[in-house]
């Protein structure tokens, strides 16, 4: 069995839009263009929704609304799916992971997104057994069930008991998931136990603490920490952006790289790669560095 990796992920995903020519969407994606994969995205947004679609539509597009997402999308600058077009017309030979999940979400490919390709086991090694190799059809599987009968009904007593315990119990899971996602939430606190983290190009996602020292995006696998997790967001901004809030606390934090280019985040603390710490945005990085309207890196406010 061949290892599953982040280049066979691309291969095998690229194979199936090559064979189907975007199957479901083929009349967006046969010939595809940035507008057209735009408005693939669009036709989908409200019907294909698995498991883990979410995750890699909010990856891609960053939305700052659950409530309009749909609109965010139909704003999305068809310049952001360049990357997309030149790898499906074979321009590129390879792309990134956020791009790569959205073009398997966009035909259907299963398992996805990468993070679920990679622990799966590889469908095109799996050896299937027909009439042919066994002169016999095999019987389908029969799926495992505790009971072949329903339990006896439970005494009135017994199960106003069953009741309230349930929904305790359901209660404190809800309070819990609540603290884990308040912004509020207390980032020093300690770390989960043996569960860690990695720094996915704009985000944070859970992985595996065996991998460490490194994730496979190269960065530091550290753990668990659910305030990073959930609230620091690398995301590209433009003059609509709210960057502040009512009483004048900044909601956009930044830093310059490297390369001297500004990068913002949603949330204060330290730089996920180079560790640095990240300052508040100020009016005067606004106008330096900002762009005056969406989708034009080059519209910057002249003296």
Request: charged share 30%.
């Amino acid at each position: 069995m061949e290892p599953k990796t982040s280049k066979s992920y691309q291969e095998e995903v690229l194979r199936k839009y090559k064979r189907e020519k975007g199957g479901e969407m083929r009349g967006y994606l046969a010939e595809p263009t940035r507008s057209q994969i735009r408005d693939a995205c669009i036709y989908l947004f409200n019907r294909r929704k698995e498991k883990y679609d979410d995750y890699i539509l909010n990856r891609f597009f960053q939305f700052k609304s659950d409530e309009n997402k749909l609109r965010e999308i139909q704003n999305f600058g068809d310049g952001r799916f360049r990357s997309i077009e030149k790898f499906l017309k074979g321009e590129v030979k390879k792309t990134s992971t956020k791009n790569i999940n959205l073009i398997s979400w966009l035909i259907d490919f299963h398992p996805r997104p990468y993070e679920e390709y990679s622990k799966s086991e590889n469908s095109n090694f799996v050896q299937k057994i027909t009439k042919q190799d066994t002169g016999a059809e095999t019987p389908p599987k029969k799926p495992f069930t505790i009971s072949e009968q329903p339990p006896p009904p439970l005494e009135k007593k017994k199960r106003r008991r069953l009741i309230i315990t349930i929904s305790i119990a359901f209660g404190a899971t809800l309070l819990t998931i609540f603290a884990l996602n308040n912004p509020f939430y207390d980032s020093n606190s300690p770390p989960y136990e043996n569960q860690c983290m990695a720094w996915a190009d704009t985000v944070y996602i859970k992985v595996d603490c065996d991998m460490q020292p490194f994730s496979e995006f190269g960065t530091k696998v550290e753990p668990l920490d659910a305030s990073r997790l959930n609230n620091l967001k690398k995301v590209e901004v433009n003059m609509a952006t709210t960057f502040f809030a009512e009483d004048g606390k900044p909601m956009i934090w930044y830093s310059k790289n490297k390369e001297g280019v500004i990068e913002f985040f949603t949330a204060p603390g330290l730089h996920p790669i180079t560790g640095e710490t990240l300052k508040k945005i100020t009016p005067y990085i606004i106008e330096t560095y900002v762009p005056v309207h969406i989708q034009q890196s080059d519209s910057f406010l002249k003296e």
